[in-house]
């Protein structure tokens, strides 16, 4: 089935305790876009950049069957661009700058032929946009959205306008204890569906991720990676690979909400390896399979009875 | 198969935004006891009290069918005392008081009759202690052991030495950071591996459990509960399932470490419900294994071939 993804694409300079990357792809559409493009094909990418935005990733974007119609280019400006250094516990990280640029005035435009999209995922962007982009499909399927602290103490009162027209919520631990005031995640959960979502996802990183329907809550551990280079996109990274797969299976059956955590948990765990997308630039379906299947290892057993 | 259980009994005094509970039955021994008491009978318990413990919990041990020969009663002393404070994130507590009384001078002495105990069980105490138990033990097919940062940091060479005898080293994740300055577990449980223990089990506490041996990484949930009322003893009732399961089945197959994990987590649940052991203190097998059915239910996901 068709999947609409709206975000931005940026140009990121990203330190950590492993090593430095300059000026590379990043942004939420970007991590969404070629995480769920394992499992869709085309999915439609509706973003801004600038003049300077590498030619190099437009043909990336492209080889990878991301359909760009909806990327507006604006000659006249520059790409957004975030500078980030990570600790060395790699949870802590603080922004060093962050250049809006061409995103500062993005406004999200629906080429027609995206109007009827049956899946939309909307990256963390400013929630008036979010809710600029839902208005602009004809009864989607699904829509599924991410927000960050940011918004939910800036804007609160627009987030919850926004989070009412989305079926699913996918956000950290601390957002949603945020956005619930309840520190347990469980009740958080419960809290953030009486909003709207019928289906609340709670990212906890090294953690897993939690999640919660009117009927199931469902537990995914994270993946054991001794070697982590790059938190950055590893949530875009799970919603791209969450939504790919409900898009590819348009099945919203709680037992496949399930395999599409898993999925997405996937995918983030490849994106966590290396800086920017150059561990999810490449993958191959048979490397997606056998780590869906490790995660399947990790957290099954067996009764015994005695 | 037999199973001993040294650490602390205590009476506590705890206070959550849920509620307070004045000098009520606590203590690693007796958490850990109670919780294995359901899959073992009788377990063997060595610890120490006053003359001021009172009458009701040795009739409440006794009941439970947990051999009390190894109890040391000082009639010219009182028993340990802790008071301690949780906060609004039940994560974070304030220990209000710790007065060690008869616990200050404690000797574990292991009666003849538990020299050959198959299974030992060692709570949280003094590495010193927990040397001078596991070299009272004939042959054990299995030590598991807990420690706490107040060793890692005060004790730590008489705790590597301790450790160094253990086969299975439980503890925390902060701890298990400390103890192997590493901030990835998975890397931080290798490093404790290198220091004796084939088995490592850490404690996420609200974030579940990991398991990790030579060939395995097992990844248990935590179960979603709502109300939490009281966490202490959690990870003492967790010890205690686990090492109740494994001395019932006398299998220390990775499969069936795994399960232990499962049943540790179910007792560690059922443990935070309420104040003190009023959760555990009478459970049925079928409430047991209807909670371990629910992990499993939490955790489990099918493969979907397309």
């Known amino acids: 089935m068709s999947l609409l993804v709206v975000g931005s694409l940026a140009l990121d300079t990203i330190e950590t ?14 991590y969404i876009s070629v995480s769920a493009s ?38 006249t400006g520059k790409t957004f661009r975030w500078g980030g250094k990570y600790h060395y516990d790699l949870n802590v990280r603080d922004t060093l700058y962050t250049h809006l640029n061409v995103f500062e005035h993005f406004k999200p435009v629906i080429p027609e032929s995206y109007k009827k999209s049956s ?26 959205g991410d927000t960050m602290n940011f918004w939910i103490n800036g804007k609160r009162k627009e987030l919850l306008k926004a989070i009412e027209m989305m079926d699913v919520l996918v956000l950290n631990d601390s957002e949603a204890r945020l956005l619930s ?13 009486k909003m709207g979502p019928r289906i609340v996802i709670i990212k906890k990183g090294e953690h897993g991720a939690l999640l919660i329907t009117e009927k199931t809550i469902f537990s995914a551990p994270a993946y054991p990676l001794e070697n982590i280079n790059d938190p950055t996109g590893a949530g875009d990274a799970f919603a791209g690979g969450f939504i790919g797969w409900i898009a590819k299976t348009d ?3 709680d037992e496949n909400l399930k395999r599409a955590v898993v999925y997405g948990s996937t995918l983030a765990s490849f994106c966590v390896e290396k800086f920017s997308i150059e561990r999810i630039k490449d993958l191959s379906h048979l490397e997606i399979k056998d780590r869906f299947l490790e995660f399947r290892a990790l ?3 067996e009764e015994n009875n005695l």
């Not at 305790?17 to 970007?30: D, I, M, N, Q, R």
């Not at 005031?181 to 569906?193: Q, S, V």
Request: hydrophobic share 45%; net charge negative; with cysteine.
């Open 119 to 144: 899946y939309v995922c909307l990256g963390n962007i400013d929630p008036v946009l979010q809710q600029c982009v839902i208005e602009q499909i004809q009864n989607p399927r699904l829509v599924i």
């Open 299 to 301: 957290s099954h057993f």
């Open 17 to 30: 305790p492993f090593g430095k990357a300059e000026e590379v792809l990043g942004g939420s559409s970007v």
């Open 251 to 253: 099945d919203l059956s």
């Open 181 to 193: 005031n309840e520190p347990n995640l469980i009740r958080a959960a419960k809290i953030i569906m």
């Open 38 to 75: 394992y499992f869709v094909e085309p999915v439609r990418l509706v973003g801004v950049v600038g003049s300077d935005f590498p030619k190099s990733a437009i043909e990336f974007l492209e080889n990878k069957n991301i359909d760009l119609a909806g990327l507006q280019i604006i000659d």
